[in-house]
């Protein structure tokens, strides 16, 4: 049994020299200067932790290790190199789930071997880590469909669904603590796994598609906490270490997105929003001056305004992901730069289907990350500006969530476009945004419409640049 | 002697708060990164996965271990792929 290369000690000695290297990595993560170094470090640290548990002395038989390990290096190698930067969203989802279903499995694999001889505190704790690995699966999974839109991205509810989830819950703890004073029942042990699986499924379905950043926030969170209950199951310090670490991260960056669009994460978690908008007020009718007619504009009107512009700030939305526009807006940018106008892009907090998703995409296309400017930043910016030009961005630039107290995303913050001298909005069609609410900025004397493919129009108007 | 399952939450109460102090310094920029990069993190789950594989046992055991590590791999090894992938692109002026 004894193939150990060196001393407990020893082992655990390297697992805290990687529970620093995952510290220093995230920290290295504030400043781009230096966050491809910590990710690095970060690397490191996985490698030496798993490294040494494998010549640690509890492995006897490495055949299958090795077999687990080359096929699952060889999906995460191809699927990392493959995946599109606008993809990014689903990928992190999908990858998330795998974190969690690892968990649920090292808690199944040690529940079958330990059941004889565990305390209530380690039951306890490996009940949890199976729960909270499969919600973290199938949630996942769920959050992945909507985001490929394999399924709808549309909120589904149905009537009981709150009822449905308590009771799937109170089961679970039923079965959690029976097996806690009675461990030897793998048949509620399956009960727990099953309904956990289907848990997951059940809390993400009622959340809209504009809602997906949070979710996916939340579902990284989740995966760190399965994998620091797998770390309590195993008495392992650098799982605890590891999966607190990220369980931060995912609530951190959670509760920035639910700041980020001015709602409780009971209020995302509990859905439906849009769907009940949408319903309700067939459209939620804006007050609209001057009859309501929005103007279209031709790309030539606006090639003619942007010429004669000094300072344009790029607004992007979930639309530019939509279009895969991030790099003929970087063709914009740089032909505007050429004739000596400032060029600036404004990113709202939850742009897009992820944190941090515009920035990406931007980053994909080349724009320096000098040039992109959080919200707090650029807001007093917008009133010495002469163009903003909105790409598939709605709901983040509607002037409602600042003056018009019935509005439903009345309070949230929003990049204040309308204080520029003009709006250029390059838009599909009038479709509303993902919350469904109608946007009075379209219908604003300073707001040009510019109907059409963003890309396409991005393309015809940099062209228009270059031909005068 | 404190038991095992003590220390154990005295490092967990710890780690979060480090983990909070860390990542509140991050700036939104960077959050996608941060998420894949933490993600890779959450798959040290794997170091559970490999023993689980590893130990011997009956069929059932070594499938349950060789899917964690799978899942574990994937998890680990594209995560940090891909974030490389995504801060490769961050460029000044």
Not at chain 1, 60 to 65: E, Q, S, V, Y
Not at chain 1, 436 to 445: E, K, P, T
Not at chain 2, 76 to 92: Q, W
């Amino acid at each position: 049994m004894s193939t150990a290369l060196f001393s407990s000690n020893v082992l655990e000695a390297v697992y805290l020299i990687a529970s620093v290297l995952f510290i220093l990595g995230t920290k290295m993560l504030s400043s781009p200067e230096t966050a491809r170094r910590g990710n690095y470090l970060s690397a490191v640290g996985m490698t030496l932790a798993v490294g040494v548990t494998l010549f640690g002395g509890e492995i006897t038989d490495f055949r299958w290790i090795i077999l687990g390990m080359a096929v699952g290096a060889l999906i995460g190698i191809v699927a990392s190199r493959m995946v599109q930067m606008t993809a990014m969203p689903q990928m992190v989802a999908l990858y998330n789930g795998l974190g969690g279903a690892a968990s649920a499995l090292v808690g199944i694999s040690e529940y079958m071997r330990e059941m004889h001889n565990q305390t209530h505190f380690l039951t306890t704790v490996t009940m949890l880590t199976i729960f909270v690995g499969w919600v973290t699966l199938t949630g996942s999974l769920i959050a992945f469909a909507k985001l490929q839109e394999v399924i709808s991205g549309q909120p589904t509810v149905f009537k009981g669904q709150h009822m449905l989830n308590l009771v799937l819950t109170l089961i679970s703890v039923g079965c959690i603590v029976a097996v806690v004073l009675n461990p030897i029942q793998p048949m509620l042990v399956t009960i727990i796994a099953v309904v956990a699986l289907v848990l997951g499924v059940l809390v993400v379905i009622p959340i809209g598609g504009a809602d997906m950043p949070v979710v996916i926030a939340l579902l990284n969170s989740y995966s760190g906490i399965a994998g620091c209950l797998a770390g309590f199951v195993l008495s392992n310090n650098v799982l605890i270490i590891a999966g607190s670490l990220v369980g931060a991260s995912g609530i951190f960056l959670t509760n920035e997105m639910c700041k980020g669009m001015n709602r409780s994460i009971w209020n995302v978690l509990f859905g439906g929003f849009g769907l009940t908008e949408a319903s309700a007020g067939g459209g939620a009718a804006v007050d609209v001056p001057g009859g309501g007619a929005v103007k279209p504009y031709t790309i030539e009107d606006a090639a003619t305004v942007l010429e004669n512009a000094s300072s344009v700030i790029f607004v992007p939305g979930y639309g530019m992901a939509a279009a895969q526009a991030q790099h003929a807006v970087r063709d914009l940018g740089d032909a505007l730069e050429q004739r000596g106008i400032d060029v600036k892009y404004a990113i709202h907090p939850v742009a897009g289907r992820m944190p941090g998703h515009m920035n990406v995409l931007l980053a994909e296309a080349n724009v320096p990350y000098d040039l992109l400017k959080d919200m707090d930043e650029i807001n007093p910016e917008f009133r010495h500006t002469d163009v903003v030009l909105v790409i598939g961005a709605n709901d983040v630039v509607n002037p409602a969530a600042n003056e018009d107290p019935s509005s439903p995303i009345y309070g949230m913050p929003v990049l204040k476009v309308d204080d520029a001298r003009t709006v250029m909005v390059l838009k599909r069609s009038m479709n509303p945004g993902f919350a469904g609410i109608d946007n009075m900025l379209f219908y604003r004397d300073n707001t040009m419409m510019v109907f059409g493919d963003a890309r396409s129009t991005l393309s015809k108007l940099t062209d228009a640049l270059a031909a005068t | 002697m404190v038991p095992v399952f003590l220390v154990g939450i005295y490092v967990f109460v710890l780690s979060v708060f480090v983990g909070f102090e860390v990542i509140s310094k991050v700036p939104p920029m960077l959050h996608t990164p941060l998420m894949s990069g933490t993600n890779a993190i959450s798959g040290i789950s794997l170091v559970g996965a490999v023993v689980a594989a590893g130990f011997g046992g009956d069929t059932l055991h070594i499938a349950l271990g060789t899917a964690a590590v799978i899942c574990g791999m994937v998890n680990v090894v594209g995560g940090y792929m891909v974030t490389d992938r995504m801060l490769r692109m961050f460029k000044r002026k």
